[in-house]
């Protein structure tokens, strides 16, 4: 499983859209990995999880993907970094006439009605076909089996993150997405208890700020949240949904991760699994 980090900052990026405060105004002048687009990966380069308002920005950004070629959309959830469904209109014929094939969205279906009311707005209806996703039901997805997974991050919405699994039976390799969440309720812990992870991806939207939002995880919270996590010897664990206001800039949080055998995710990152 070959896993990319289209983006791995916050709603606002890293330097933020409006904000220049110092840490913004030094993660420019540092540059490299301090500067993040938002959130979102992609799987073996058919599967894409989260479509973020930097999505055009991303296919410019790394012109070696074919980010035009994905098969498989999956949403987390519906707040505007992770679901900017106007960009489907621009699968249509009238802007992609060389598509051939529909996107697959895959979705709870709070989220596939959000997009459906879209869809009406449209000057031309691209080629969709939308999916619905059941928490803890697995599905095969493309080559993968995903399984979704209650978050804990909005108290209006089912928000979901997501369990991949490549192969079968012994030679299986699991890996976990968890952006968004805060703290996971006993339903996902329990269901997590029986699984061996290979790899995990956790977000880090609090970083060492004294927020007291409980829908995203701490620097502390997230290495408590990974040494609950039952993973297998040598497993990697990476941080995403980096934001300015948590207070770190990539080189201090990977100062203050190493010790918990934890990475900092970035832009253009890949790994495999």
């Known amino acids: ?19 220049r405060t110092p840490i913004n105004q030094e993660a420019l002048r540092r540059g490299g990995k301090n500067l993040r687009l938002r959130s979102g990966i992609l799987l073996d380069e ?41 960009e489907l209109q621009y699968l249509s014929c009238n802007f992609a006439p060389d598509r051939e094939q529909p996107l697959q969205v895959w979705a709870t279906d709070y989220a596939l009605t959000k997009l459906q009311a879209q869809l009406e707005s449209f000057f031309e209806e691209p080629p969709l076909r939308c999916r619905p996703l059941t928490p803890f ?61 290979d790899g995990a991806i956790i977000e880090c939207g609090k970083g060492i700020s004294a927020n007291p939002y409980d829908g995203h995880l701490s620097l502390e919270e997230c290495i408590a949240f990974k040494n609950k996590l039952r993973l297998a010897p040598g497993a990697p664990v990476y941080l995403t949904h980096i934001c300015h206001t948590g207070l770190l800039l990539h080189e201090e949080m990977e100062e203050r991760c190493e010790p918990h055998g934890i990475s900092v995710a970035y832009d253009g990152l890949e790994f495999v699994l």
Request: glycine content about 6%; some cysteine.
């Open 1 to 19: 499983m070959r896993v990319f980090f289209l983006g791995s900052g916050a709603a606002e990026g890293f330097p933020a859209l409006f904000s």
């Open 46 to 86: 058919t599967l894409r999880v989260d479509l973020c308002p930097d999505a055009l920005a991303q296919v410019h950004k790394y012109p070696e993907r074919d980010l035009t070629a994905i098969e498989h959309l999956l949403f987390t959830h519906t707040h505007d970094d992770h679901f900017a469904v106007r």
């Open 137 to 197: 039901q697995e599905v095969p997805i493309g080559h993968l089996f995903v399984t979704p997974l209650t978050a804990h991050h909005k108290t209006d919405e089912l928000c979901l993150n997501y369990l991949f699994r490549e192969g079968q039976a012994e030679n299986a390799r699991y890996l976990l997405y968890a952006s968004d969440t805060g703290w996971y309720a006993p339903p996902t812990w329990e269901f997590l208890e029986g699984v061996s992870l």
